[in-house]
């Protein structure tokens, strides 16, 4: 029993107690990301034995008693004693931090990055782990946590037993490790099967071959069980994201390549659209902030492009010249590197600092872009990329007026723009809010009935333009965006400053009807490719009206979904009589401000952006022009939508 294990391995425990005092330090939160992360450390160790070349399987599964396994068919822990610890190398693992340095050689050696706390952090938030690890035999281990009354404190990651080798027979190797996150470190324990199944997929994506099962034995009536495997990685990923948009050629541009000891793999294919989709990776972790990789990408792919143009004559015109952006109009692309002593930078820590792999990046760019174009055969590609770039230079010039137009933060123009904006009278922006309202008359009671102190109301007449289909020159010449950009005051794209959002939060307001989920979709298709940040540092919420509304004499309750108005007629009781109402503009000031827009009542969704590339896909999946496509991708995500995501929101 742990009571008696050895003295020794009290001292070790002393690291996982501090993790359990303190978990936001290991794991950056207890809520539901911080949840996940603890899986991550688990799956991540899996995944660095496949990328080494010693195991082409993962399974992680998903138990009704809330725990969760990750097996890989790798060479197993090992499981001799450790020199310096004087016990199992398994048990090192679990007990120690930062016990992955440890295994430091020549082999296993890209591993560690934003996650690279070490299963250890894993072991001590679990209520229990076990592991067994194959090697001809089964080897077992076992830890738990309990509250140890003499101490008066709870014992963290304790081992059950010294590593035991059960001596029964196996053809299988690798390793197998299972836990229960412990619901006294953690707000929830509860896995979101959305979550893992993405993480999972873009795992797939960036280790070509290695075959990734998931499954969910959670409910009896919803099993779950996918594979993902992709014998394309990355090729496939671009592929992918580029499902439902017109390619200009084929196949992405891909090559893999090593310099300065960083192995650097890219892929790119163009499409028709105006968007720029680059997806940086670093030691399989996204780094939606970019860094040097990135930028190293982009300089190359400029360079090469550039290059290219000049010695083919491309430009004729005199007064045209290319820029990296003309490039990248439409370009879809995934950068993915491995390196050692990776340093994250930026904000959400997202951002490769290290300033080597600027050069690495950018001359394995230009070598392998080189070398693909040397080859005649891939003359109608980078063909069609010039096409697209001299389209996207000519279009760049013309605009140059239009884009100084929705700059112009001041002056008659703005205001002229502003006029239907209804300001609020307070000039600190972390308290103000602005609603968007669809419709003019809803736009009326809300102006009527709000705090006028706080509360900013901006009417919409018009359907605002859809930006997934137009250049941002067309985009900026509707009314109803040129508005929002002059209310929000923070500028778009490479003008976009937050320091300048006038509005901590934005509140979209439609009918809960197909109109007003368009309206939404197409708003949000407008934050997310021009003032991203919004999204992402989040901004941007939902506000939610009610359908009905339920009452009596001097009773009246209102209902936000079919669900609610059960409750909503039990309140109120017999004789009750029941209003639905089909839109804002039914609703007259006084309700509109006690139903959804009244901060101590209202119900409020907030806009989140968990994964960029996926919420890419989304966009162009439901905004584009795609229909069977967005058919298949509502109805594939149409029931585990529960949680708070983009996905929700866009609820078309
Ligand atoms: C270091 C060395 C060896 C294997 C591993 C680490 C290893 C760790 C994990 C964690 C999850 N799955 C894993 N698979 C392997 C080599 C061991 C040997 O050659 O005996």
Redesign the pocket.
């Known amino acids: 029993m742990s009571e008696n294990y050895s003295a020794q391995d009290i001292k070790i425990l002393e690291g996982l107690e501090a993790v359990r005092v303190r978990p936001g330090m290991y794991i950056g939160s207890t809520g539901v990301r911080g949840l996940h992360h603890i899986l991550w450390e ?1 799956v991540d ?2 995944v ?2 496949a990328a080494n070349g ?2 082409d399987k993962i399974e992680v599964v998903l138990y009704k008693d809330g725990s969760v396994s990750v097996e ?1 068919n ?6 001799d004693i450790h020199k310096d610890a004087k016990v199992s190398a398994v048990e090192v ?1 679990f007990t120690q931090l930062h016990a992955g340095g440890k ?1 430091d050689n020549e082999k ?1 050696n890209f591993s560690g990055g934003l996650h690279g706390v070490g ?1 250890s952090v894993t072991n001590a938030l679990s209520e229990w782990l076990k592991v067994e690890i194959y ?1 001809k035999t089964v080897f077992k281990m076992e830890f738990h946590s309990y509250y140890d009354p003499k101490k008066k404190k709870i014992i963290s990651g304790a081992p059950v037993g010294p590593l035991e080798d059960t001596k029964q027979k196996t053809d299988k190797h ?2 197998f ?1 299972r836990f229960k996150p412990d619901p006294k470190v953690f707000e929830t324990v509860e896995f979101n099967l959305e979550t893992i199944a993405k993480r999972l997929r873009e795992l797939a994506f960036l280790n070509k071959g290695l075959s990734i099962h998931l499954v969910d034995l959670r409910d009896d009536n919803k099993f779950y069980n996918k594979t993902f495997k992709y014998d394309g990685g990355i090729v496939d990923y671009v592929l992918y994201l580029n499902e439902g948009k017109q390619n200009l050629y084929p196949l992405p541009v891909y090559a893999k390549t090593e310099r300065d000891g960083i192995l650097i793999e890219f892929a790119i294919q163009h499409t028709d659209s105006f968007t720029e989709s680059v997806f940086s990776f670093v030691n399989n972790i996204p780094t939606p902030e970019g860094g040097t990789h990135e930028v190293g990408f982009k300089s190359g792919i400029t360079k090469v492009l550039n290059e290219f143009a000049k010695s083919n004559n491309y430009i004729k015109e005199k007064d045209l010249s290319f820029q990296g952006e003309d490039f990248r109009e439409g370009m879809t692309a995934i950068i993915s590197i491995k390196m050692k002593n990776v340093e994250f930078e930026g904000q959400t820590k997202t951002k490769l600092g290290n300033p080597e792999a600027k050069n690495a990046v950018e001359s394995a760019t230009v070598d392998e872009l080189e070398k693909l174009i040397a080859n005649k055969k891939n003359r109608p590609i980078f063909d069609a990329m010039m096409k697209k770039a001299l389209g996207a230079a000519k279009a760049r010039n013309a605009a140059r007026h239009a884009k100084e137009l929705a700059r112009a933060k001041s002056g008659a123009d703005a205001t002229k723009l502003i006029g239907k904006l209804a300001s609020c009278s307070s000039k600190k922006a972390e308290l103000n809010e602005v609603f968007i309202v669809e419709g003019d008359s809803a736009g009326g009671s809300a102006k009527q009935g709000r705090d006028r102190q706080h509360q900013a109301i901006l009417p919409l007449r018009g359907k605002p333009l859809n930006a997934e289909k137009k250049r941002i020159e067309e985009v900026l010449k509707n009314e109803e965006i040129r508005t929002i950009i002059s209310a929000l005051g923070t500028g778009i794209g490479s003008d976009f400053n937050i320091k300048n959002l006038n509005y901590n939060k934005v509140i979209i307001l439609s009918d809960a009807d197909q109109d007003g989920a368009h309206i939404r979709a197409i708003l949000l298709t407008f934050f997310f490719r021009y003032m991203k940040e919004l999204i992402q540092d989040g901004h941007v919420y939902i506000g939610m009206p009610p359908l009905y509304k339920v009452y009596k004499k001097d009773v009246t309750v209102y209902a936000y979904d079919d669900n609610d108005l059960q409750k909503a007629i039990n309140k109120v009781g017999r004789g009750y009589m029941l209003q639905r109402y089909k839109g804002l503009g039914e609703m007259n000031p006084e309700q509109l401000w006690d139903t959804t827009m009244d901060p101590q009542k209202r119900l409020l969704m907030q806009v989140t952006i968990e994964d960029a590339a996926e919420a890419e896909k989304l966009i162009t999946t439901l905004m584009g022009d795609d229909i069977d496509g967005r058919k298949a991708y509502i109805s594939e995500h149409a029931d585990f939508n529960k949680e708070d995501t983009f996905m929700d929101k866009v609820n078309v």
């Open positions: 688990i160790n899996a660095d034995e010693y195991a890989d790798g060479r197993g822990i090992p499981t693992v295994f296993y299963a090697k690798g390793t490790i």
